[in-house]
């Protein structure tokens, strides 16, 4: 029995699924451990492993802080119970708050912890319990190595998002541009694009855009007064339709997203969100921008005139279009999630 957990956000959720989509092909019986005020709430429903949300840890509100203590008592007695009863072989941990008392638990029970980090900062789960883990899986070199435990093993992504990408043709000129900002879109990217479309700089570029719900008529309005050809959704649950299509990124540098990127072999103008923990989605696209797979551009001063240049040099740049496409998908990594089933499988035998 392997327990795994890690969840919140989509990008410490989805490769906790990828994961137990591979351990439960190795022959592994897994149960999933999330919260109930995270994106696993409503998701998880469709997991083919048992299911166990403990109360909500959250405390950004005022209600949500009040709830703290007693919500954690609860988790905890759950958690107790469930590894008591269940005795799991394993814990493998994808980060999150959700994945921080599971870890505890682990370590109380002496469970083997594997732990796996998304981002080239790694968490305060991972920093916490990396010393105590068999193996830190993590997507990207991190900035700071933890511990001779860390190997580059990738982000697990799903696997019909693998067989998704196989389609995906070379990438030689820019047609389509994909327009996203992560699970919660962004607010000032949906802005730059309506300047960047008003000042007649997508002329002839279709455009799929992923926007803020409060946005969203308002940026297809900007886009079909202009002539531009443009779908603009509130929200996707199947980015691999607009994957295929796109020739161009322009998104924030969560790791999830930069993941699927690499995988597709899409050239990316990143944007990372400025108040991320630790800044640490300036790191992943600084990475991606090092390896020339990628332009990173931040927010602030000019940003809507620097983001406005670097698509024109883009879109008159076919061979850096190709040179990029190229270089991102050297960094896609579509086994990671059958290589760390593999390293807790062969602990396990």
């Known amino acids: 029995m392997i327990f795994v957990t890690g969840g919140g956000t989509g990008g410490h959720y989805f490769p906790a699924v990828a994961v137990i989509e591979s351990l439960c092909t190795a022959g592994h019986n897994c149960v999933y451990l999330g919260a109930s005020d995270g994106i696993e709430n409503a998701l998880s429903k469709n997991l083919l492993c048992s299911v166990i949300l403990t109360p909500g840890l959250k405390r950004h509100t005022l209600k949500q802080k009040l709830c703290l203590l007693p919500n954690l008592v609860k988790s905890t007695f759950i958690l107790c119970k469930i590894f008591i009863q269940q ?9 999150g708050y959700v994945s921080l008392l599971p870890c505890l638990i682990a370590k109380i029970f002496k469970v083997p912890i594997y732990l796996m980090e998304q981002n080239r900062i790694a968490g305060r789960v991972v920093k916490t319990f990396a010393k105590h883990a068999k193996l830190v899986a993590c997507a990207m070199p991190l900035q700071n190595n933890l511990s001779a435990k860390c190997q580059v093993l990738g982000n697990p992504v799903s696997q019909k998002m693998i067989l998704d ?5 070379d990438i030689t000129t820019v047609k389509n541009i994909l327009v996203m900002g992560g699970s919660a879109s962004a607010e000032a990217i949906d802005l730059a694009l309506m300047d960047i479309a008003l000042a007649g700089n997508l002329e002839g570029i279709s455009v799929y855009h992923i926007a803020r719900p409060e946005n969203k008529f308002k940026l297809q309005a900007v886009y079909n007064s202009m002539g531009i050809n443009a779908t603009v959704i509130g929200f996707c649950n199947d980015m691999a339709q607009y994957y295929l299509k796109a020739d161009l990124v322009i998104a924030r540098a969560g790791a999830s997203s930069i993941s699927e990127l690499a995988l597709f072999g899409i050239p990316a103008i ?4 400025p108040f991320a923990i630790d800044n640490h989605q300036y790191f992943n696209a600084k990475f991606v921008e090092d390896s020339q797979g990628a332009i990173l551009c931040e927010q602030g001063e000019n940003f809507v005139h620097r983001l406005s240049n670097e698509l024109k040099q883009l879109l008159s740049n076919n061979y850096k279009i ?3 496409a190229k270089n991102i998908k050297s960094l896609s990594k579509p086994l990671a999630a059958y290589e760390i089933s593999k390293c807790i499988s062969q602990d396990l035998k």
């Open 87 to 95: 005795r799991p072989d394993a814990l493998v941990a994808a980060g």
């Open 165 to 169: 990408s196989k389609s995906k043709t």
């Open 270 to 273: 990143l944007v990372p969100y």
């Open 322 to 324: 190709t040179s990029m």
